[in-house]
């Protein structure tokens, strides 16, 4: 969602799906502030990327980008999580509804949201949820 590879603008036009965008991407974008107007992203995607400190900020970037009924999908290293269900708490407060949740894996839990509207907390109400453990890597 946030950094384009080369390879990605053309991707669209293959299937026939159109360009992704009408500018190139800045390589300096981040996660918390993406050149996208407000609603106007289908699905929001975080893989293995939800390692900074300002986790809230990425979140509430997707909400800002995503759509009403927007679909946030979020797939992270299992061990992160000291508490599942006051991540998802956290998260509801963002804006976000629960669809789906599998954690089932040994290494990875999936996420599924719904964008419901924007945050019902304050910028300076604390979520602990939204802080995740370093990931640990087990050499083999």
Known sequence: MFE???????????????????????????????????ESVDVAVFCLSLMGTNIRDFLEEANRVLKPGGLLKVAEVSSRF?????????????????????????????????????PRVGPNTQLSGLKLQPCLYKRR
């Open 4 to 38: 384009e590879p080369e390879w990605a603008e053309a991707a669209p036009a293959a299937l026939g799906l159109g360009p992704v965008t009408s500018q190139p991407w800045s390589a300096a974008a981040s996660q918390s502030k993406v050149p996208l107007e407000d």
């Open 82 to 118: 000291e508490d599942v269900r006051v991540f998802l708490g956290a998260v509801s407060k963002l804006g976000f509804k629960v669809i789906s949740k599998d954690l089932t894996n040994s290494h990875f839990f999936l996420f599924d949201f719904q964008k419901t509207g924007p």
